[in-house]
Nanobody
Framework: QVQLVESGGGLVQPGGSLRLSCEVS????????MGWYRQAPGKQRELVAR???????NYADSVKGRFTISRDNAKNTAYLQMNSLKSEDTAVYYC?????????WGQGTPVTVST
């Protein structure tokens, strides 16, 4: 059973930074795209950023220039560096990985941006 373990969420003041990590284990498949999504209270889950195995990235317009996604293929781990955080970034952040045939989700890690 594949496992996605997220870490790094928490409470931060506006303007601050956090780094999320997502480690994939027990996978018998090749990981293609790794990504981060978020869901704020009362809103739909939305894409934040994703990265292909070759390193190509794309970002939601709302986070461009502030967030950076990266991955370490040897460690099956994806990262999301979040800088200049705003209150509207408050949400539960979910890791997502895709194989040729399936996609998998982490359990989510909460991020709260508040004074």
């Amino acid at each position: 059973q594949v496992q996605l373990v997220e870490s790094g969420g928490g409470l931060v003041q506006p303007g601050g930074s956090l780094r999320l990590s997502c480690e994939v284990s027990r996978n018998s498949f090749r990981i293609l795209t790794m990504g981060w999504y978020r869901q704020a209270p009362g809103k739909q889950r939305e894409l934040v950023a994703r990265i292909t195995g070759g390193g190509s990235t794309n970002y939601a317009d709302s986070v461009k220039g502030r967030f950076t996604i990266s991955r370490d293929n040897a460690k099956n781990t994806a990262y999301l560096q979040m800088n200049s955080l705003k209150s509207e970034d408050t949400a539960v952040y979910y890791c997502n990985v895709q194989s040729f045939t399936n996609q998998y989700w982490g359990q989510g890690t909460p991020v709260t941006v508040s004074t």
